[in-house]
């Protein structure tokens, strides 16, 4: 069973950095894409950040310059540096897994997700 359990969530001030985790469980890790999506309260979800399998990575145009996703393999894990924290950040934040070793499904199929951590981020 794919599992994926997100964490680092929190309050933060604005100008503010967090580091989001996400573990990965039941399928093999290294050959899939891992994506964050974030969903703001009556907005739908959106992807802003991936990685490939070979460590391509990608931004969305609202977090390009502040935020950083990496992935360590040997721990099943991804990681989403946030820094320089903005209101306009505040959502929960969901990783997922991709559809293959490149690419993500659209965020509307929300199949292999987390359960999501709550970023607020306070002016």
């Known amino acids: 069973e794919v599992q994926l359990v997100e964490s680092g969530g929190g309050l933060v001030q604005a100008g503010g950095s967090l580091r989001l985790s996400c573990a990965a469980s039941g399928f093999t890790f290294d050959d899939y894409a891992i994506g964050w999506f974030r969903q703001a309260p009556g907005k739908e979800p959106e992807g802003i950040s991936s990685?490939?399998?070979?460590?391509?990575?990608y931004y969305a145009f609202s977090v390009k310059g502040r935020f950083t996703i990496s992935r360590d393999n040997a721990k099943n894990t991804v990681y989403l540096q946030m820094n320089s924290l903005k209101p306009e950040d505040t959502a929960v934040y969901y990783c997922?897994?991709?559809?293959?070793?490149?690419?993500?499904?659209?965020?509307?199929?929300?199949?292999?997700w987390g359960q999501g951590t709550h970023v607020t981020v306070s002016s």
């Open positions: 990685i490939t399998s070979d460590g391509t990575t």
């Open positions: 997922a897994q991709g559809r293959d070793s490149t690419s993500l499904r659209p965020p509307n199929e929300r199949v292999n």
